[in-house]
């Protein structure tokens, strides 16, 4: 897992605020694992943290609107200052609506979702103000290098024009599988 910190460091300064950090960006770029770095250098410090995929079927399942959500939150927090990542949240119901009332009741919040839907116009008129958003992309030639030689692969630059810089592909050795 390669380590962003030109993404990281930017979110850093916004730890402590009570504006929604959201993160961006198309999907396979490695905004999970952005997520996941942040959560690592905050556990450092409390375990005062919850964590919901909603790509998980076991969370979304329990988890269907902005009502329960905050309902959960409640119930699972800890004393203090709580911090909370939603992962692919753009797919529960109202989630605009938890964010702004959790947002008031000392808590850090992390969320990720796809750019088109995350950022529709809709939902960043009835959050603004409330927000900061951070756009990931995906690798870059070197990023890509280094990701490599962690698998213990190889790459040419030829294969990095062809495929692009989704982490992911890297991973594969035969170049006829169509990911999507």
Not at 101 to 120: E, M, P, V
Not at 159 to 167: I, Q, S
Request: proline share 2%; net charge neutral.
């Amino acid at each position: 897992m390669i380590y962003r910190e030109h993404y990281i460091k930017p979110v850093r300064e916004f730890y402590e605020s009570d504006l929604i950090k959201i993160i961006t960006g198309i999907r396979r770029c490695g905004k999970s694992v952005i997520l996941e770095h942040i959560m690592q250098e905050i556990r450092q410090t409390t375990d005062n943290i919850i964590y919901l995929n909603f790509e998980d079927k076991r969370v979304s399942a329990n988890i269907m609107d902005d009502g329960t959500l905050i309902e959960y939150v409640e119930s699972h927090r800890k004393t203090g200052k709580c911090y909370l990542f939603f992962d692919e949240i753009q797919v529960l119901k109202g989630w605009q609506n938890a964010c702004k009332t959790l947002r008031l009741y000392d808590y850090s919040l992390f969320i990720t979702g796809s750019n088109s839907k995350l950022l529709s116009s809709e939902f960043t008129k009835e959050l603004s103000g409330r927000y900061v958003s951070f756009r990931i992309r995906p690798f870059v030639y070197k990023e890509i290098l280094e990701y490599v030689k962690e698998l213990g692969k190889e790459v040419s630059v030829t294969d990095y024009l062809v495929w692009g810089g989704f982490p992911k592909r890297f991973e594969f050795n035969s170049t006829d599988i169509l990911m999507i």
